[in-house]
């Protein structure tokens, strides 16, 4: 056999002998966590008038900006947004379903079925109002005073309207479930905006709203009559605001991952360019900055807060 012809032997005995290099498995996919979303304003405001399809898509309500600032510190995830009412939102994750939610305040009814965080103290416009017509104010006058909502409630001549199932905090749906022969009649309602324009046709005489929403109903609806908005002495009973998953193990590995995201906001030496970028530009109330600092301040300091 010439040498040619032997070297070309060898080597296909070679290479039938020789064990297969192996390919690298590609890495495996990351989880998926999927968020409610909702066109909630002032906490959560579509661009567009469109869901989010990515986080590049979230728009610059208190809520939804600070859930932008998350998911940059959440890379381990797969982020979806699915939309969904509450009530339906509710009853898949009572199913099993493991979904998120920065939309839901803490109460200990949803303890049962979320997991919760905490993320930032809630901001001025998180204040309850009442909102009547402001041909009516003089039958809501309080020397100046904010309203009390237990004093409203003892009145026999007005009548008040609420979206059902919406949690106004703490405070307010403690009065609400005390009270509930002279609590203001509810309907089922997709977003609270749908009853300004039931009030401005005096199907009511009052509900309980955030000003930011009255303020876009009443500039993109002139004419009377005219909305107002009355302080509510209980309106600030949402003190902070806060993220939900499911309680479902997927939904444990979720929240601690906010929790620890949370914290990592908190400690950033650059707290004011985030803080910048989260409120889009926009001021804050002296008051409140003074308190999301001392907030943050502690939330840095703080083990996980998960319930």
């Not at 939102?89 to 939610?101: I, P």
């Amino acid at each position: 056999m010439g040498r040619g012809r032997l070297i070309v032997a060898v080597l296909a005995a070679l290479s039938t002998t020789a064990p297969a290099v192996a390919q690298p498995s590609p890495p495996p996919a990351p989880p998926v966590l999927r968020w409610l979303v909702q066109d909630m304003p002032p906490h959560f405001v579509y661009r567009d008038g469109k869901p989010p399809q990515r986080a590049e898509d979230l728009g610059q309500g208190e809520v939804d900006g600070f859930l932008r600032l998350l998911i940059e510190r959440m890379p381990q995830y797969r982020h979806e947004f699915i939309e969904l009412s509450l009530p339906r939102f509710e009853a898949q994750v009572r199913q099993g379903e493991t979904l998120c939610s920065v939309l839901h305040v803490r109460t200990p009814e949803r303890l049962q079925w979320l997991y919760f965080t905490t993320l930032f103290p809630a901001m001025l416009s998180r204040q309850i109002h009442v909102i009547v017509r402001r041909e009516d104010l003089a039958r809501f006058e309080s020397n100046g005073q904010p309203l009390q909502l237990a004093d409203l409630l003892r009145r026999t001549d007005l009548t008040g309207l609420l979206p059902r199932d919406r949690s106004y905090g703490p405070r307010i749906d403690k009065l609400l479930a005390a009270n509930p022969e002279r609590a203001p009649r509810s309907i089922v309602a997709g977003r609270g905006v749908h009853l300004l324009p039931m009030l401005r046709a005096r199907r009511m005489d009052y509900t309980l709203e955030y000003p930011i929403m009255v303020d876009e109903y009443n500039a993109t609806h002139p004419g009377p009559p005219e909305l107002a908005k009355l302080p509510l002495a209980e309106g600030r009973s949402t003190s902070v605001a806060t993220a939900g998953c499911s309680r479902t193990p997927e939904g444990r590995r979720a929240i601690e991952a906010m929790d620890q995201a949370a914290r990592q906001l908190a400690a950033e030496s650059q707290r004011d360019a985030w803080i910048k970028a989260w409120r889009n530009g926009a001021p804050i109330d002296t008051d409140d900055l003074q308190r999301l600092n001392r907030f943050l301040d502690e939330r840095a300091r703080s083990p996980a807060q998960i319930e």
